[in-house]
């Protein structure tokens, strides 16, 4: 009898939904899925699981330890997806070879993330994403960006901001300073941990200019409007880096006819957990909840390694988290109240099918029920406002009693 009361907990990392939790949750989902097809994206399905091989950490993804592995009868290592990127791109190189004009998929999907230590973090992580390919323009990055905006504002969130960076400016940074890969390494943990004494302590004794160096240790803290950009342009000689700067103020301009440039702050110092970021990477974040709720970048590498050239930048919207904030800031979010529950006794069964039939057929949602003799009304009162109903129609030989609620 133990083991069998067990078998009602689920797994670390992983929680049933249900009721009016699960109704919000796909509200929220169904709108934001209507803003990705007002701009032009279309549904893509992915498997669950793929070879191993799609989500290696040669491209950029996260680490083996990290996924859920298991074998086929073949034995292939095949794994949960941890990631649904490298998942699109190899579909692209597949049924799009061929296709140079722009390709826009979108997608809703579970990703698996094996939790080192648990710390209450989910392990099964709902996405809604968007996946723009074969446009490396700057009105890409920037539309990318509008549309989080709109996708967020769309759900109820009430405040929000999008923290944009770019992958190839501590890069730059990292050559113009000749760093080895253990010091990279190092740096960039110093950096997205914030821990500003480390990093300074790790830069005064390194041979660099002093303006490098002063930007080396800001970077933890170097956020903020266009002033950011610009203390950061007097800074750095790297092409890369001032390459990085450019895009970002380019994007910066097109937010602005978009209406957007109050929305965006700049984070010089933002890392993501891929490296397949080669350009923009941005991270939505609210009050509510501490982590982000939208993931977003530039990969123009990724696809190539499935065997198409294809520049691409997307976006992943944490609906976890999204649900969490939301629920944080009691968001109002339309739930269906109007149901109605038809009672009848035996005799009535027919009255009160076709009556039923007759409701959902006007669109109203119908719960039919048997009424027990023995069952006083007041608990099918309860029931009734449990289950968002908002009315109850008692069916006898051919009278009908409605109960508003």
Known sequence: MEYEQNLLFTPEGVRDIYGVECEKREWVEAEIHKIMKLYGFQDI????????????????????????KFFDQYNNTLALRPDITPSIARCVAKYYS?????????????????????QGKLSEIAQIGAELMNDSSSDADAEM????????????????????????????????????AEEIQEYKRL??????????????????????????????????????????RERVSHPLA???????E????????????????????????????TGIIFKAYTYGTGEAIVTGGRYDRLIEQFGKKSPAVGLAIVLDQLMNA????????????????????????????????????????????????????????????????????YVEDDQTTTIDL
């Open 45 to 68: 399905l992915t498997p669950t699981f793929e070879f191993f091989d799609i989500f290696n950490r040669e491209r950029g993804t996260v680490e083996s330890k990290e996924m859920f």
């Open 242 to 248: 001032l390459e990085a700067l450019q895009r970002l």
């Open 250 to 277: 380019t994007v910066q301009e097109i937010l602005g006819i978009y209406g957007l440039e109050e929305s965006v702050t700049f984070d010089l110092g933002m890392l993501s957990h891929y490296d397949y970021y």
């Open 98 to 118: 061929a296709e140079e004009m722009p390709i826009r998929l979108s997608y809703s999907g579970n990703t698996f993330i094996h939790r080192r230590g648990y």
């Open 145 to 180: 960006i509008a549309m989080t905006v709109e996708c967020l504002a769309r759900s109820g969130l009430k405040e929000f901001k999008i923290d944009v960076g770019h992958a190839g400016f501590i890069r730059g940074l990292m050559e113009e300073s000749g760093f080895s």
């Open 326 to 393: 939301l629920a944080s800031q009691n968001a109002e979010i339309p739930t269906e109240t109007d149901g109605i529950l038809i009672l009848y006794r035996s005799a009535s069964r027919k009255e009160a099918v076709h009556l039923g039939n007759r409701y959902r057929n006007e669109g109203r949602r119908v719960m039919l029920m048997r009424r027990d003799v023995e069952t006083e009304l007041d608990v099918y009162r309860g029931y009734a406002s449990e289950n968002q109903i908002s009315s109850i129609v």
């Open 191 to 232: 950096i997205a941990n914030k821990n500003s004494f480390g990093v300074e302590e790790m830069i005064e004794e390194k041979d660099l200019s002093s303006r490098l160096k002063e930007l080396l240790i800001r970077l933890p803290d170097l956020f903020g409007a266009e002033e950011t950009l610009a203390y950061a």
